[in-house]
C-alpha cells in the first residue's frame, strides 16, 4: 500500500520509552515513572461521581459540536474565577484533550506550506502534527538566559503564519509573565502572525500565577486541558477558546473531524471543575515533589538545572555527560530502574545534550527514584 509523505513523521520518543519501561516491568523488575507527564491520581471523585449518576439516567450519545452548553459556561467561569477576565461561553469549544484542538487550530489558522514558529525546546507533537498537515514547524531555538521560552528577536521579520507558545511549557516549566507574553502577542499581531498559546499546565504553578493570553488580547487561540491540573489524561477532554469571528469556522470542522468530544468525558469534566480542594492537595504533592528534585538532582550530579516556575518538570542540560541522550535513557532504565526522557523529543538539535525529568507521581516513587538515580550516577 503506497504512503503518504506527510505521514513520514517522527516517533513521539517517550512512548517508545514508556514501552521499554512496560516491557522491563513485565519481565519483573520495577520501574520508577520519570517518563511520561501523567499526574498518578485518578479523575478527582466529583467527575467520577457525575459520570455514575448520569449513566444511571440515560444513554450517552452525541452531543454538539462545540461541547454541552453547560461546560462550556463553566469553562468560561472559571477564566473569571482565575484570571478575573469575562468570557464568553459562546467563544469556548470543547475538544478531544488537547491534541483535537491542536488539529482543529492547525486546520482552522494555516494551509499547506505555511511556516508556524515553535520554540525548542518545546512538546514534539506540535512539530509533527504540523508536519502532517503539510505545514511547515520552524524551530525557534531558544536560550537559557530566557529561560528557554521564545523572545520577539526570535521570530520577528522572519514573515510566519503562525506562533505557537506554552506557559508552563514543556519540558522545561518555565512560564511567561504578563509583559514578556504580552510582547510576543504584539510582535505576532503585528506582523499577521496568529498567536496560539498552549496553556494546558495552568493551574499546576508553584510561586507565581501563569497568565492567561486571554488576559491581553482576544486576538488570539488559548488551549487547554483537563488532562493534567485536573488528573484526567485518559478522558481525552479540553478545551479551546477562540476569537468571536472564529467559532462558527470551528465548528464547521469539529462537526466533520470529530463529531464531538466523548459525551462521558464532558460530564466527568464537568464535575471535576467543582473539585479545587482535591485538586489542590495533588497540587501540594507536585510541590513537594518539585523540591525533592530541586534538592537531590544536582547531589546525583544533574546540577545544571533551574527550577521549573510551573508543570511536573524538570529539563537538565547533560551535555558534559553525554552527547547521546537517548542511549543515555536506555542506560539509566536498565541499571537503574528509572524511566526518563531523553531531550531529543523536544530539540532535535541539541536534545543529544538533555534529558526531561517528570516529577508527576507520588512523593514515595519521587524519593525512590532520586535514590537510585544518585546510586547510578556514583557508580557509573
Not at 259 to 286: M, R, T, W
Request: hydrophobic letters at 40%.
Amino acid at each position: 500500500m503506497r504512503n503518504s509523505t506527510r505521514s513520514d513523521v517522527d516517533p513521539f520518543i517517550v512512548m517508545d520509552v514508556m514501552e521499554a519501561a512496560r516491557r522491563a516491568e513485565e519481565a519483573g523488575r520495577h520501574i520508577i515513572h520519570m517518563e511520561v507527564g501523567q499526574p498518578s491520581t485518578a479523575a478527582p471523585s466529583g467527575a467520577r461521581q457525575a459520570l455514575a449518576t448520569a449513566m444511571e439516567g440515560g444513554s450517552l450519545g452525541y452531543t454538539v459540536a462545540l461541547g454541552i452548553p453547560e461546560l462550556r459556561a463553566r469553562i468560561a467561569k472559571l477564566y473569571g474565577e482565575w484570571y478575573n477576565v469575562d468570557l464568553d461561553p459562546s467563544r469556548v469549544v470543547v475538544t478531544s484533550g488537547s491534541s483535537g484542538a491542536f488539529l482543529l487550530a492547525f486546520t482552522a489558522l494555516f494551509d499547506a506550506g505555511d511556516r508556524v514558529g515553535i520554540g525548542a525546546p518545546g512538546y514534539p507533537s506540535y512539530r509533527q502534527i504540523l508536519k502532517a498537515m503539510s505545514v511547515e514547524p520552524v524551530m525557534l531555538q531558544t536560550k537559557a538566559e530566557n529561560r528557554y521560552q521564545p523572545v520577539p528577536s526570535d521570530f520577528a521579520g522572519m514573515g510566519l503564519q503562525g506562533l505557537m507558545v506554552a506557559s508552563p511549557a514543556n519540558p522545561s516549566g518555565t512560564m511567561l509573565g504578563k509583559d514578556a507574553l504580552g510582547a510576543l502577542i504584539n510582535t505576532a499581531q503585528a506582523e499577521g502572525t496568529a498567536f496560539i498559546s498552549d496553556e494546558i499546565y495552568h493551574g499546576i504553578e508553584y510561586e507565581a500565577k501563569a497568565v492567561t493570553a486571554l488576559e491581553l488580547s482576544d486576538d488570539v487561540y488559548v488551549i487547554n486541558s483537563f488532562s493534567k491540573y485536573f488528573s484526567m489524561t485518559g478522558w481525552r477532554v479540553g478545551w479551546m477558546v477562540v476569537p468571536p469571528d472564529h467559532v462558527r469556522r470551528i465548528e464547521r470542522l469539529a462537526q466533520n473531524m470529530f463529531i464531538c468530544a466523548p459525551h462521558a468525558s464532558q460530564i466527568a469534566a464537568l464535575g471535576a471543575l467543582e473539585c479545587k480542594e482535591e485538586l489542590d492537595a495533588n497540587l501540594q504533592v507536585y510541590t513537594r515533589n518539585r523540591q525533592l528534585m530541586i534538592e537531590w538532582l544536582p547531589k546525583a550530579g544533574f546540577d545544571r538545572i533551574a527550577p521549573p516556575d510551573g508543570a511536573f518538570y524538570v529539563y537538565a542540560d547533560v551535555s558534559h555527560i553525554t552527547d547521546d541522550s537517548r542511549a543515555f535513557c536506555a542506560e539509566i532504565l536498565e541499571k537503574a530502574g528509572v524511566a526518563v526522557t531523553p531531550g531529543l523529543d523536544f530539540d532535535p538539535d541539541r536534545g543529544a545534550g538533555t534529558l526531561r525529568f517528570s516529577y508527576a507521581r507520588a512523593t514515595a516513587d519521587i524519593e525512590e527514584g532520586l535514590r537510585r538515580l544518585t546510586e547510578f550516577m556514583s557508580n557509573r
